[in-house]
């Protein structure tokens, strides 16, 4: 399962976090793991699910190959046997993660997975009392036993050992060397986990062990997310995730390093923080754990190295309508050799307002994970009033150019967002021909004004909820952020001014080339007439060039800068959604604790039946906590991650544009020493 | 107090230095100024070969003032109203610094210690600059009158240069002030006045015509390029926030972000520098020379003036003549008042035409001169900020 995980592209939100989640709790808290159990559940559908039953299959498999990776490959018969006698449940959690690693290192070492298994296999079946999922646990086992050595070389044909791997699952090696392309269409064998999990690394979509529930979901799953791959499309999704999975190997051979020193037994836990879970999240639940930011620096060096083939561009804005119903409409162009979309290069007409809606439909569904969601363009009535009654003004036409690059960038770092990329409304806003018109972004409707009041209540409880901040890490952030983005203001104001005077040494350039061109005409001695004149010329290309540099000073330098503090802001966002989470585990622990206070009154007060009902409460409550801790838990995580993930983004960013615009400046400075080399003759031809 | 040494800059500070023969009997420069509130002190250099000093070489210091009571003792010389006084040097303006010490001063305790320090490096190069810029027209006025072969032998000159104690010239009191204020009034209606005798010479028919559009475009387009070199410097001080700014924001960061930002800063420092050295070179070589020419003619008009006076009186002394023939008595007082006139008005015509010819050749040089000059330095740094470019750019690309 965890292969699959590793192999799948950026793991759909919804599917992704939830795992995170369990792999949270289990780790923290053995007692949880049945309400990890329930929580693969929530993998399929977008928010979690707690009621569900833990399920068997999944705890069972995990121990036996756990335990192995660990050990070294000569402890392994005994370890399994230990495992195979002991009751599946109790060390469930731990193989389930224990795989992961397993796969990795067997992903590496597919070659030689063939000579180990027979034995292995052999082995399990016998001791394990014939149950299947057992018997799936040993062939990984084989696997993993080779993995150790294996485990840190790089990741070259990830694909091929992976599917083979899966194969190797099912028992049937010899299908799986052979079926890969076919996995997907496999129904599900008297192990049922196995192979969905494998048939899901196909297709790229992350399906959970859950499969085993509702196959159906799996199924209908992958044809969502994944599109008939062709051959072309293949191969360069599967580059896509090789980047991604040789992120995870490091990663687990961080984590296996690490274990190593700690107690077996922790081991055993650590490693259970991280079962099927995509490759980011594990590193971050370790992390959460043990291990903390060492990991998260490694993630993310790596998790630069993932690029996304995907060509933006927001062109032609054009004027539909006239008087006040009037709107821009854009182009926009996407490129791109991603297998999710269906043609490599696609075009459709957006209005300012459906780029608005995007960013409502993301909001509401990814804010509350913590993601950072990247704010688009703010609304401005004046410009878009100037744009609608004005004709051919200068200033209505900069205020349209500049919302086009405003909007372009907004839309290529969504997609830069591995999760948002997957969105299906992200897909559809790319892709579809028409979109239901947005409704709720005017700024003057009704649910515009909803919006405010919405904002106001926000800010009210924020001011309430005191948090006692916990975690270090996210003390000094929040901090940080706060900080930058005040200084990211005061460097926007100068910025500001600095197009401001540019413009104005632009427009006294200008005065001042006619002046002298004049005074030129003036002038009775012909050479030096003639050299003011050209002087005038000189004067009057240099305040072409300051025009431009102001433009420059603008767009590549002042707007990155208003992007950033646009987006620091929504970085705060993120972390008021933390701190609601936060909130809401702390009300329900309350409630427990009331709860659990009437019950202890009724006990006293001998009154049985009522007692019943109190203690169904309690049950409700705490699994309520359970879940609100989890969110929290899985929130911090996400921001976390969030936050790295956007700091890299941002100097990335930050150094593409400022070395951009130094070129601009170095441009016209190269221009400049032209033209004046080009007047000096000139003056030295006055006699 | 600030004392400067313009050794590094004395090539610089002739630039203006109009078409001074090269002549090493009488070399004149201002080698070190003091400034103390608002007066300035001059150290003035001499270095002569002529008998009638006594020394030397040797040195004076001078006021500002002092220099104003030469020129008007220079002017108020009958001898010399056929020439063109060199233009006194205007009053050093040290208000822009000053206003800004003023603000550095209040805003101590509300700026960090960056802004301080960036707030204070501007106050430094722009009082720098005024300084600079005082210094040179102060000395172009000396020059002027050293090259000029009447003026050297100007006895107040003479006085100026050889007095080796203060002259503490006596201010000018409210009254002489106001008559002064007076005469120019009376000079700018005398000047419509005989805007309607009719000229005599074609040269200086033409010459007039031309002085008074010239003096209006050269105006302007003094005022233009003021505008211009103030806003250039804007954008140099912008840069210097920007980097302040820059360095705020690295200075509590710790990602890979500090690195670049802190490349950024240091690169926009160094753009500032090259930008303000473009703002002042562009003030020194270019705006001075405008302004300096309309000062100079205005003392071309000046002159112009002297003479269509001289014409005027020399008309009107005419008709008294015809008067006093007609009426037959003090006809020969009013021949020789005529004869005077004349003689006064054709000497004026042909000093003056001399002096104006020459003022032409003295301009054409010096415009050739500064515009080189300018167009030289215009490209060392842009040549500069490119390398500078360049190199930051290569570096923040391998990091």
Redesign the interface.
């Known amino acids: 399962m965890a292969a699959s995980s590793e192999r799948s592209p950026p793991p759909f939100p919804d599917l992704e976090e939830p795992e995170l989640l369990e792999d949270r709790d289990e780790g923290a808290d053995a007692c949880h793991r049945r309400s990890t159990g329930t929580s693969i559940s929530e993998m399929d559908s977008p928010s979690p699910d707690t009621s569900r039953p833990p399920k068997d299959i999944f705890n069972e498999p995990p121990e036996d190959i756990f335990s192995d990776p660990l050990s070294n490959i000569n402890s392994e018969p005994q370890k399994k046997v230990d495992a195979k006698i002991s009751s599946p449940s109790s060390d469930e959690a731990v193989d389930l993660f224990s795989e992961p690693l397993d796969d990795d290192s067997e992903v590496m070492s597919s070659p030689e997975v063939q000579n180990p298994m027979p034995d292995l296999l052999s082995e399990p079946k016998s001791g394990v009392l014939g149950e299947p999922p057992v018997q799936k646990n040993a062939a990984r086992q084989q696997d993993v036993f080779e993995e150790p050595p294996k485990g840190s070389s790089k990741s070259s044909s990830v694909k091929k050992a992976a599917s083979a791997e899966m194969l190797g699952d099912d028992d049937e090696e010899e299908d799986l060397f052979k079926e890969p392309p076919k996995v997907v269409t496999r129904k599900p064998q008297p192990s049922g986990p196995p192979v969905d999990v494998f048939t899901e690394v196909k297709s790229d979509v992350k399906v959970k062990p859950q499969v085993k529930d509702d196959p159906t979901d799996l199924f209908s799953e992958e044809a969502l997310t994944a599109p008939a791959p062709k051959p072309s499309a293949n191969s360069s999704s599967s580059s896509r995730t090789n980047g991604v999975h040789s992120e995870e190997q490091d990663l687990f051979s961080e984590a296996t390093v690490e274990l190593s020193l700690d107690s077996p037994r922790n081991d055993r836990k650590k490693d259970a923080v991280k079962p099927s879970v995509s490759a980011p999240a594990a590193p971050e639940a370790s992390s959460s754990s043990k291990a903390p930011s060492k990991t998260l620096e490694e993630l993310e060096e790596e998790e630069s190295e993932d690029k996304f083939d995907l060509n933006i561009s927001v062109t032609n804005p054009e004027k539909v309508g006239d008087g006040m119903n009037a709107y821009m409409a854009y182009k926009v162009s996407t490129q791109t050799s991603l297998t999710m979309f269906r043609s490599k290069t696609f075009t459709v007409r957006r209005r300012f307002s459906d780029f608005l809606g995007l960013f409502e439909k993301l909001s509401e569904k990814h804010s509350q994970n913590g993601y950072i969601i990247p704010p688009p363009p703010e609304k401005s009535i004046l410009g878009m009033t100037k744009v609608k009654v004005g004709k051919e003004d200068p200033s209505s036409a900069e205020f349209v150019e500049r919302r086009r690059a405003a909007l372009e960038r907004y839309l290529q770092r969504v997609v830069c967002h591995p999760s948002l990329l997957q969105d299906p409304d992200v897909r559809e806003f790319l892709e579809k021909e028409e979109l239901p018109r947005a409704v709720s972004t005017q700024a003057l409707s009704g649910a515009g004004f909803l919006k405010m009041l919405n904002k106001a209540t926000d800010a009210v409880s924020k001011m309430t909820i005191k948090m006692n901040e916990q975690d270090v890490w996210f003390d000094e952030k929040i901090q940080d952020v706060e900080n930058e983005e005040q200084h990211l203001r005061k460097l926007h104001v100068m910025v500001e001014s600095l197009v401001n005077h540019r413009k104005e040494l632009s427009g006294n350039t200008a005065v001042f080339a006619k002046s002298v061109a004049m005074l030129g005409s003036s002038e009775d001695n012909t050479a030096l007439s003639r050299a003011l004149s050209q002087l005038a010329e000189v004067e009057d290309r240099i305040e072409q060039l300051h025009q431009e540099q102001a433009s420059n000073d603008f767009f590549t330098f002042s707007e990155l800068l208003a992007d950033y503090i646009r987006l620091l802001g929504a970085v705060r966002g993120c972390f008021d959604q933390r701190m609601k989470a936060w909130q809401r585990w702390q009300d329900a622990e309350n409630m427990l604790q009331k709860k659990r206070e009437t019950e202890a009154k009724l006990l006293w007060a001998n009154k049985p039946d009522k007692l019943q009902q109190a203690k169904d409460e309690i049950a409700e409550w705490e699994a309520k906590v359970t879940q609100y801790e989890r969110d929290f838990e899985r929130i911090s995580a996400t921001v976390r991650k969030e936050v790295i993930r956007f700091d890299k983004e941002k100097a990335r960013d930050f150094k593409r544009q400022i070395i951009k615009y130094l070129e601009s400046v170095l441009h016209s400075q190269q221009q400049m020493i032209k033209y004046w080399e080009a007047f000096l003759p000139e003056a030295k031809a006055i006699a | 107090m600030t004392s400067i040494s313009e050794d590094s800059d004395k090539e610089k500070v002739r630039s203006v230095s109009v078409d001074l023969n090269n002549d090493a009997s009488l070399v004149i420069d201002i080698p070190d100024a003091l400034c103390e509130r608002d007066k300035v002190k001059f150290t003035i250099h001499i270095k002569t070969t002529l008998s009638s000093f006594q020394k030397s070489e040797f040195s004076v210091p001078r006021q500002h003032e002092d220099f104003i009571w030469l020129h008007d003792t220079i002017v108020e010389t009958e001898e010399y109203a056929g020439l063109i006084i060199p233009p006194a040097p205007p009053k050093p303006d040290f208000e822009g610094p000053r206003e800004k010490m003023h603000k550095l001063g209040e805003g101590e305790s509300s700026m960090t210690k960056e802004e301080y320090a960036k707030m204070k490096q501007e106050l430094e190069a722009e009082y720098l600059a005024v300084f600079k810029k005082t210094v040179q027209v102060h000395e172009v006025f000396l020059q002027r009158l050293s090259s000029h072969p009447m003026f050297r032998k100007d006895r107040n000159f003479q006085i100026f240069l050889e007095y080796d104690q203060d002259l503490t010239v006596r201010r000018k009191n409210a009254k002489e002030m106001f008559g002064g204020f007076f005469k120019n009034m009376v000079k700018s209606a005398d000047e419509v006045l005989i805007s309607g005798v009719k000229e005599v010479d074609e040269f200086f028919e033409q010459e007039k015509i ?1 002085l008074l ?2 003096s209006s ?2 105006k ?2 003094t005022a ?2 003021e ?2 070199t ?3 410097k ?2 140099a ?3 210097n ?2 980097s302040g ?2 360095n ?2 690295a200075a ?2 710790n ?3 500090k690195k ?2 802190e490349k ?1 800063a240091e ?1 926009f420092e160094k ?1 500032r520098k090259l930008e303000d050295r473009v703002a002042s070179d562009q003030e020194l070589k270019l705006t001075e020379l405008l302004r300096y020419y309309t000062r100079d003619i205005q003392a071309a008009k000046d002159l112009l003036y002297r003479r269509a006076r001289a014409l005027a009186d020399y008309e009107n002394s005419n008709k008294t003549l015809d008067k006093a023939r007609l009426k037959g008595k003090d006809i020969a007082q009013a021949e020789e008042n005529q004869k005077q006139c004349l003689r006064k008005f054709d000497k004026l015509s042909e000093s003056g035409k001399k002096e104006l010819t020459s003022f ?1 050749a003295r ?2 040089v010096a ?2 001169k500064n ?2 000059e300018m ?2 330095l ?2 060392k740094h ?2 500069n ?2 390398s500078l ?2 190199g ?2 290569e570096i ?2 391998s990091n």
């Open positions: 031309f559009d010239y475009k050269i302007d387009a233009k390029a505008k211009m103030r806003s250039h804007n954008v001080d912008d840069y926030h920007i700014a820059m705020s924001i509590d960061n990602t890979a972000f670049h930002l950024c690169v753009l032409k301009r054409v415009f050739r515009l080189i167009t030289e215009e490209i842009a040549k900020s490119m470019l360049q930051s750019i923040l690309n």
